[in-house]
Nanobody
Framework: QVQLVESGGGLVQAGVSLRLSCAASGRSFRNYAMGWFRQAPGKEREFVAA???????SYARSVEGRFTASRDYAENTVYLQMNNLKPEDTAVYYC????????????????WGQGTQVTVSS
């Protein structure tokens, strides 16, 4: 069992940076791939980024080069560093755990966090 709690969202202006954190509890945290997803109003939830158990990363094209996912095994925490934010990045961001990066990319998620709102004004 893995429990996930996101933090770090907020209201920011376009062009600035923001870092989201996801604190995970459960002894099996290091065995899971961890991912970030987002859902904008009226849209489906979409994949943003994933980091494997070994630390390899994958990104959606819309955020590649601007967002960086990482994980701290000692702190059981996953991060999403978001740079050069754009209004179209506005969404509720969710942390998730799954078997591999590929399963996360295909939205096959074992555990979800509760989400944190990110709003980017122009």
């Amino acid at each position: 069992q893995v429990q996930l709690v996101e933090s770090g969202g907020g209201l920011v202006q376009a062009g600035v940076s923001l870092r989201l954190s996801c604190a995970a509890s459960g002894r099996s945290f290091r065995n899971y791939a961890m991912g970030w997803f987002r859902q904008a109003p009226g849209k489906e939830r979409e994949f943003v980024a994933a980091v494997s158990a070994g630390g390899s990363t994958s990104y959606a094209r819309s955020v590649e080069g601007r967002f960086t996912a990482s994980r701290d095994y000692a702190e059981n925490t996953v991060y999403l560093q978001m740079n050069n934010l754009k209004p179209e990045d506005t969404a509720v961001y969710y942390c998730a755990a799954g078997a591999t990066r590929t399963t996360l990319i295909n939205l096959r998620v074992d555990y979800w966090g509760q989400g944190t709102q990110v709003t980017v004004s122009s």
